[in-house]
């Protein structure tokens, strides 16, 4: 949170001195853009004071780089100036602060290799877009004037903040500091080359009253804290979300423009200013949301229960021997807990007569090697077409199907309520995601489900699961007593895959820490079990695996690709995850003498609780 707290401090005191700017660039003897510019550079050479505390030795390069950010720097303070006499102070501003975090973002693309992740990327064009919707709200004329020297005060402070994060990352903040504002200091005496340069600055110097002379000079203090601050920001984070999380002085200019400088804030225009106020605020705290989610530790090496999903349906799918398949999971990997699934279709192939011989096998086989069991029961569950409906129920009206499910349902309890491997009912599997072959289901049929199962067990709890990346978790956590999401980053979207293909999620672990922290609050549940019930670990492709090669299988989804989606998940802060695909590991050592990702996952399962 460091440099998100240190650019909020610099906003407030830039926010603050661009006010008083104004003010003064208002008189008559300071109204000169480059007088005004030349004086804050020049208060850049005093940081040759600095060299004793602290400042180390650095390349030519690295010194070179400081020097001409402070240089490019205060060339964008001069046109800046200008904009600002030119127009509105609350128009100059959101020219520049919409501006420069989009150059900054597109040069650090190009020149410092890094991105933003979804989160950082959502405050950040919420941030953006408020600011030059300040800018879109004024008439056409005062936009005009503006905009060209606003435009390239935004690209010069864009490439300063790039360099003076190159800068920064090779050297010291101090180090850095002093080149840059040495930078700054070198562009304003070099000015004084030319004479009318010099005639200006000295009458400013000597006509200005003594009084603006010292609201200046206070205002420079003010001013150089912010640069302080906004520096030592840009030194810790990503320039681009510093300078877009410095438009909080765009806040502190509105309110400073409209009680002190008497701007115009109203009707129309004063509403509409206000909303992207508004949407500024919101913008911040999301970004403030996101950072401090990203600050909390995590233990990378913490205790973590690792469990694994099995579908017999699936193994057989796969041309495997689901018992031979089922066996080496729970005697070779020997993951602490797995999920079981009763397939209805599987179960009740006739209606009225139950086969339970399959689940049977397997529930016994995981006692028997002291394996605990989530047993998903319900209409939806996991593995395609996701709902798994008996033949003779899908011609039936969705009430009497809906009716008939709630039969079988406790007949699953009542045969494996005294079952001590089983540690929770899941009902349903991601009951809420509109996704896979399903029918319309009946009226609040999820909180029936979920009253009839706790009816016939009370002693258990009740998993509710949702999709990790589009589930809005809400519905889910308030509906069971466990809440289970997903996890998958490698995919090939339903609708959009053939025009894309497979895509990443551009979603960080931090994703997921910042959901749970802000659903947790939402829904008022600070301490209820969190778990991730499939962590993806196995390719999703354009067909069903099945149906694609070997070699595409493993271009989606390598042992190297295993082992990084391992790490991304202790990075994501759960403490339990069933890991997604225990059948395809056994399939490519089998069928393809491929061992890698099974003797990857044995490591994962004997190295948790």
Same mark, same amino acid.
């Given at each position: 949170m460091t440099w998100f707290i240190l650019t909020l401090a610099g906003s407030i005191a830039a926010g603050v001195a661009? @006010?008083?700017?104004?003010?003064l660039l208002r008189k008559e003897n300071l109204s000169d853009p480059w007088t005004y510019a030349f004086w804050s550079g020049i208060f850049g050479l005093f940081a040759v004071l600095l060299f004793p505390f602290g400042v180390v030795p650095a390349t030519f390069g690295v010194i070179f780089i400081a020097f001409l950010a402070g240089f490019l720097f205060l060339i964008g303070v001069f046109f800046f100036f200008r904009a600002l006499k030119l127009g509105q102070a609350s128009i100059a501003l959101p020219i520049v602060g919409g501006l420069t975090p989009v150059v900054t973002y597109l040069l650090g693309i190009l020149f410092l290799g890094n991105d933003l992740g979804l989160g950082d990327l959502i405050g950040f064009v919420l941030i953006v877009g408020s600011g030059i919707l300040f800018f879109g709200i004024e008439r056409r004329e005062v936009r005009l004037q503006s905009a060209m020297p606003a435009l390239v005060s935004a690209l010069f402070f864009g490439i300063s903040n790039v360099l003076k994060k190159v800068a920064f990352d090779h050297t010291s903040f101090l180090t850095g500091f002093v080149w840059i504002s040495l930078g700054t200091g070198a562009l304003a005496v070099c000015s004084l080359v030319l004479p009318s340069v010099r005639r200006r600055?000295?009458?400013?110097?000597?006509?200005? *009253?003594?009084?603006? $002379? #010292?609201?200046?000079?206070?205002?420079?203090?003010?001013?150089?804290?912010?640069?302080?601050? @906004?520096? +030592?920001? @840009?030194?810790? +984070?990503? !320039?681009?979300?510093?300078?877009?999380? &410095?438009?909080f002085k765009l806040i502190v200019i509105f309110f400073g423009g409209w009680f002190i400088l008497h701007e115009e804030f109203s009707g129309k225009v004063g509403i509409r200013k206000l909303i992207a106020v508004f949407l500024m605020i919101f913008g911040l705290g999301w970004l403030g949301l996101v950072t401090y989610t990203k600050s909390i530790p995590v233990d990378q090496n913490r205790p973590v229960t690792w469990g694994v999903t099995f579908s017999d349906k699936y193994s057989r799918a796969l041309g495997l021997d689901w018992q031979n398949n089922f066996d080496a999971i729970v005697t070779d990997l020997r993951p602490k807990k797995m999920r079981l699934i009763?397939?209805?279709?599987?179960?009740?192939? =006739?209606? +009225?007569?139950?086969?339970?011989?399959d689940l049977d096998w397997q529930l016994s086989r995981a006692r028997e090697n002291g394996i605990s069991v989530i047993l998903v029961l319900g209409l939806r569950t996991p593995r395609w077409p996701e709902c798994h409906v008996p033949s003779w129920a899908e011609g039936l009206t969705t009430?009497?199907?809906?009716?008939?499910?709630?039969?079988?349902? !406790?007949?699953?309890? =009542?045969?494996?309520?005294?079952?001590?491997?089983?540690?929770?009912? &899941?009902? *349903?599997?991601?009951?809420?995601? &509109?996704f896979g072959l399903c029918e319309k289901r009946g009226t609040d049929f999820l909180e029936k489900e979920v009253a009839l199962v706790r009816s016939l067990d009370s002693s258990r709890p009740i998993v509710v699961t949702d999709g990790g990346e589009f589930g809005l978790w809400y519905q889910a956590i308030k509906a069971g007593d466990v809440f289970g999401t997903t996890m998958y980053r490698r995919v090939y979207p339903p609708s959009i895959g053939?025009?894309? +293909?497979?895509?990443?999620?551009?979603?960080?672990?931090? %994703?997921?820490?910042?959901?749970?922290?802000?659903?947790?609050?939402?829904?008022?549940? !600070?301490? $209820?079990? %969190?778990? #991730?019930?499939e962590l993806q670990a196995e390719p999703w492709g354009a067909v069903e695996v099945p149906l694609l090669s070997y070699d595409e299988q493993i271009r989606i989804f390598s042992p190297d690709y295993f082992r990084d989606t391992i790490d991304y998940a202790k990075a994501a802060g759960f403490d339990e995850y069933y890991l997604w695909g225990a059948e395809w590991w056994y399939l490519i050592k089998e069928k393809h003498d491929n061992p890698e990702i099974w003797e990857e996952a044995k490591n994962v399962f004997q190295s948790g609780v």
């Open positions: 661009n @006010i008083l700017d104004k003010l600055i000295l009458l400013a110097l000597y006509k200005s *009253e003594v009084s603006n $002379k #010292v609201l200046y000079l206070n205002n420079r203090v003010l001013a150089l804290a912010g640069t302080v601050f @906004i520096n +030592g920001a @840009i030194s810790l +984070g990503h !320039p681009a979300l510093v300078e877009a999380t &410095q438009s009763a397939y209805w279709d599987e179960i009740e192939k =006739e209606r +009225g007569k139950l086969d339970f011989s009430e009497n199907r809906e009716h008939a499910l709630r039969e079988y349902i !406790p007949r699953i309890i =009542e045969r494996y309520y005294n079952d001590s491997e089983i540690l929770a009912w &899941q009902v *349903e599997n991601e009951p809420f995601l &509109q053939k025009y894309v +293909g497979i895509i990443d999620y551009p979603l960080s672990p931090s %994703f997921f820490r910042l959901k749970d922290k802000l659903l947790r609050f939402l829904t008022d549940e !600070p301490t $209820k079990p %969190f778990i #991730v019930i």
